[in-house]
């Protein structure tokens, strides 16, 4: 069976703070992938990040930062120096066996305050 | 720009009154998904095709139906909209030739049953 857990269902932080989103993720197979979706008040889901099983490297894209941790099963999101562009609701996703496998975490809202 | 397109990004339409959402995309994914999304939820896989081979999943009620015409288009189908199917309905593609690809998201069709 496989599994997203996103703990925090709501953050709210003021602009220019750092933020982590947690995500922890159940799964037997071997070989899967991992994602994050941002989902803006528009309503798009817009794909962010993709991470396969056999890479640990962290990664860095500008304000935005992943830690993926085999150990500890956790993929976790961080957005250094937030704005209020980043409000928004973002999941993290877990992909293995086969074409429609993804499982959604419940997601996370994050409202960023001027 | 290769995307996804789904049309109409609102629709209304009467409990009981078959309604018919509509995605294409320009990006030549063989592989075509359907979800659902409540307010404050993930989102839901309802089916996917696969090529043109139709993969329902085993929890979508039978009330919702899809047809793919072609690799481009592909469509939701609701028999018989009742209150509960008010959501946001969230068209996706990937490349799944020998691999997980990412999926890629349409903007979505926010349905309203009265």
């Known amino acids: 069976a496989q599994k997203v857990t996103q703990a925090q269902t709501e953050i709210s932080v003021v602009e220019k703070e750092d933020v982590t989103l947690d995500c922890v993720y159940e799964?037997?197979?071997?070989?899967?992938?991992l994602f994050w979706y941002k989902q803006p008040p528009s309503g798009e889901l817009v794909f962010l990040i993709r991470?396969?099983?056999?890479?640990?490297q962290n990664e860095i894209s500008g304000r935005y930062s992943w830690n993926f941790q085999k150990s500890t099963s956790s993929f976790n999101f961080t957005i250094t120096a937030s704005q209020v562009v980043d409000s928004a609701v973002y999941f993290c996703a877990l992909s293995a066996v086969a074409p429609g496998d993804m499982r959604f975490g419940a997601g996370t809202r994050l409202t960023v305050k001027p | 720009d290769a995307m996804v397109i789904q049309n109409p990004r609102y629709q209304v339409t009467q409990f009981g009154k078959p309604v018919t959402l509509s995605c294409s995309q320009t990006?030549?994914?063989?592989?075509m998904y359907w979800y659902q999304q409540k307010s404050s939820q993930a989102p839901k896989l309802l089916f996917h095709?696969?090529?043109?081979?139709?993969?329902n999943e085993a929890d979508t009620p039978d009330n919702f139906q899809s047809r793919r015409p072609n690799t481009s288009f592909c469509f939701l189908d609701i028999r018989s909209p009742g209150l509960g199917d008010a959501a946001m309905y969230l068209c996706?593609?990937?490349?799944?030739?020998?691999?997980?690809?990412?999926?890629?998201f349409g903007p979505g069709t926010r349905l309203l049953v009265l």
């Open positions: 095709y696969y090529d043109k081979d139709f993969n």
């Open positions: 991470r396969n099983s056999f890479d640990e």
């Open positions: 990006l030549n994914h063989n592989v």
């Open positions: 996706a593609t990937s490349s799944n030739r020998g691999r997980r690809e990412t999926q890629y």
């Open positions: 799964t037997r197979d071997t070989t899967y992938y």
